[in-house]
């Protein structure tokens, strides 16, 4: 199991080149990050090699997919998103949906986000790039956002039928949404290209909160999972402190 700090919400203090440092120095491989609009991606490049760290994941250009309206300026934004990615050795993008329209058919949003990704399948294909489709909590962090629960998210991915458009299960968001974590998570692994971690409440690091994670860790290795891990969270005291032990929860799985 491989773990990927989230350079988002960790070392926020420090300049993104002293963030990958920290990462590097506490033995990490990889990292993520959201929005690539707003970053320095020669540096990004530049650091990532110095530091030889794989840049795991990170978001597409945001526009949404519920709106039908919108779906050119989506795929244009995927296309730059993929040319980003290549720069930075990237095989994984994150995308949301976007927020729920209020007045349009809740049947004719989910139409338009899977015949957005059918749009998006061939590109992705052909790039070789995977697309990780993420529901998120309405409760607590992400009210009014489409895609939350993960039953629905993976009709949809079912429905899409790429190899290249995958579920993002975020462990801190489906606890918020619906619990029943390990059992999803088992009867869904071939759909999931990506996790997420965080406890809840807090969105704090694993052991802060309701989560046991030593059992929905342990449970995702015996599925046989190769991928990545994101660490998602608000680090509650020393950020190295927290890095340091979530290493080794997932060095001690049995």
Excluded at 187 to 212: C, K, Q, S, V, Y
Aim: charged share 25%; glycine share 8%.
């Amino acid at each position: 199991m491989r773990l990927s700090p989230c350079i988002e919400m960790l070392f926020h203090e420090k300049s993104i080149p002293e963030r990958l440092r920290h990462i590097k120095e506490l033995g990490f491989e990889g990292f993520e990050f959201w929005g690539w609009e707003d970053k320095n991606i020669d540096e990004l490049v530049a650091v990532a090699a110095e530091l030889e760290l794989s840049v795991v994941a990170f978001c597409t250009a945001f526009t949404s997919l519920v709106d039908a309206s919108q779906r050119e300026a989506y795929v244009d934004g995927l296309k730059r998103s993929i040319e980003v990615a290549r720069r930075l050795g990237c095989s994984q993008l994150i995308t949301q949906t976007g927020a729920e329209i209020a007045g349009v058919p809740r049947s004719e949003q989910l139409l338009s986000l899977i015949d957005g990704l059918r749009a998006c399948a061939p590109i992705l294909e052909k790039s070789n790039i995977t697309l990780l489709v993420e529901p998120l909590n309405v409760l607590v962090d992400h009210k009014g956002y489409f895609l939350s629960r993960s039953s629905e998210a993976i009709d949809v991915i079912g429905a899409v039928n790429s190899p290249n458009v995958k579920l993002l299960y975020d462990v801190y968001h489906q606890q918020v949404t619906e619990g029943n974590l390990i059992p999803t998570i088992r009867g869904n692994i071939h759909l999931i290209g990506h996790f997420h971690i965080a406890d809840h409440p807090g969105r704090n690091e694993p052991g802060t909160g309701e989560i046991n994670y030593q059992n929905v860790l342990q449970a995702i290795e015996k599925t046989g999972y190769t991928g990545w891990v994101g660490l998602e969270y608000r680090p509650s005291r020393d950020t190295r402190a927290t890095l340091l032990e979530v290493k080794e929860l997932v060095d001690n799985l049995k």
